[in-house]
């Protein structure tokens, strides 16, 4: 966990707690406390590490053994190429093809939290950790810039393709 969020989560997860669910906000590979390297959105590896997340779920003595019942989705879109935060209608979307990829890289940039050192890898060493993250940085609008038009890139990822898969 991030400290940075957890006053915003603690407020979020007791909320559905009081409905007697269980809630939990995951780091993805390569960020906040997160070893790793976080290589792009919607990656194989980010989706290889969801299913692992769901499968740990499952296997927890709070789970009822059904890994996945419901999903809130915040901030998310079915087509990534044609109405996400990249191209509207094929066209580059110019306001937030430059916002959001920078706050990305600021967010990604920042190191670990130190009073999360250690936790359960004891090996943890925060500081190669977070060299690590800032020598395999990307800006993610150098991917969007390379794919300006619908192909493999956009599909995948984006659930418009095959609502069958959810």
């Known amino acids: 966990m991030d400290a940075s969020k957890s006053a915003r989560d603690e407020i979020r997860l007791k909320y559905f707690s009081g409905f007697s669910y269980v809630s939990l906000r995951v780091d993805i590979r390569g960020t906040g406390n997160l070893?790793?390297?976080?290589d792009d959105e919607y990656s194989e590896q980010e989706l290889s590490d969801g299913l692992k997340i769901l499968e740990w779920i499952q296997n927890q003595t709070w789970s009822n053994g059904k890994n996945l019942s419901g999903i809130i989705s915040a901030y998310s879109t079915d087509d990534r190429y044609n109405n996400?935060?990249?191209y509207y209608g094929g066209c580059l979307a110019a306001q937030?093809?430059?916002?959001?990829?920078?706050q990305m890289l600021i967010l990604l940039s920042v190191p670990p939290h130190p009073l999360y050192q250690g936790g359960i890898d004891k090996d943890f060493d925060l500081i190669n950790v977070w060299k690590e993250r800032?020598?395999?940085l990307m800006p993610l609008d150098f991917y969007w810039i390379k794919h300006q038009n619908r192909n493999e890139y956009w599909r995948h990822g984006s659930v418009c393709e095959d609502y069958s898969k959810i």
Request: hydrophobic share 40%; charged share 10%; glycine share 6%.
């Open 35 to 38: 070893q790793g390297i976080f």
């Open 84 to 86: 996400d935060i990249h």
């Open 96 to 102: 937030e093809a430059l916002s959001w990829p920078t």
């Open 134 to 136: 800032l020598h395999n």
